[in-house]
């Protein structure tokens, strides 16, 4: 069966850096989009990036761009996002998510990952 | 960015009860609209994809409709297992936005 499960999260001071990562399994990882979506506490999901099964087209949202790298590694089944410049309000549940082929839906979720931004 | 609105924010409800949550787009989307449900501490999953198709092993008493920039999803029997929040997303173009989601409380 399909499995997505997030790794890395934890406690950084504003200013600092992270890298998360998601191993999958169960489906043909390079053959999708895959794509982060965060949740701060409390709060409605935020799509956050996603790049293609080759790593060719890769998009942001505004509030990361210049902050974040969305990368893969088709090898070993694993999509990262390294996360610089951190700051308070990126403090969310981190998700990892498969998009669907046709309608680009997100079909398979990871449990998430927490990541919190303080000093 | 295409923003994504959704009513009501919240709503009371009973078992049986026939819900209807409203999605509006900024743009036109065409049918590229999906709905998530997501329950206390848990990962979100995928109701319904292109605005009206059932995703494989979800309950027929969930349904979509719309297109263009007005969509509903539409709870028909409200089961206990339904308490939960409700998301719209469209993935027409990027980024996805998420609408703001709406709370389904027990009456």
């Known amino acids: 069966q399909v499995q997505l499960v997030e790794s890395g999260g934890g406690l950084v001071k504003p200013g600092g850096s992270l890298r998360l990562s998601c191993a999958a399994s169960?489906?043909?990882?390079?053959?999708?989009?895959m794509t982060w979506i965060r949740q701060a506490p409390g709060k409605g999901l935020e799509w956050v990036s996603h790049t293609s099964g080759s790593s060719s087209y890769t998009t942001y949202a505004d509030s990361v761009k210049g902050r974040f790298t969305i990368s893969r590694d088709n090898a070993k089944n694993s999509l990262y996002l390294h996360m610089n410049s951190l700051r308070a309000e990126d403090t969310a549940v981190y998700y990892c998510a498969s998009e669907g082929h046709n309608w680009n839906y997100q079909h398979y979720w990871g449990q998430g990952t927490l990541v919190t931004v303080s000093s | 960015d295409t923003q994504m609105t959704q009513s009501p924010s919240s709503l009371s409800a009973s078992v049986g009860d026939r819900v209807t949550i409203t999605c509006r787009a900024s743009?036109?989307?065409?049918?590229?609209l999906n709905w998530y449900q997501q329950k206390a501490g848990k990962a979100p999953k995928v109701l319904i994809y292109?605005?009206?198709s059932l995703q494989s092993g979800v309950p027929s008493r969930f349904s979509g409709s719309g297109s263009g920039t007005e969509f509903t999803l539409t709870i028909s029997g409200l089961q206990p297992e339904d308490f939960a929040t409700y998301y719209c997303q469209q993935s027409y173009n990027t980024p996805r936005t998420f609408g703001p989601g709406t709370k389904v409380e027990i009456k």
């Open positions: 169960g489906f043909t990882f390079s053959d999708y989009y």
């Open positions: 743009q036109s989307i065409s049918t590229y």
């Open positions: 292109g605005a009206s």
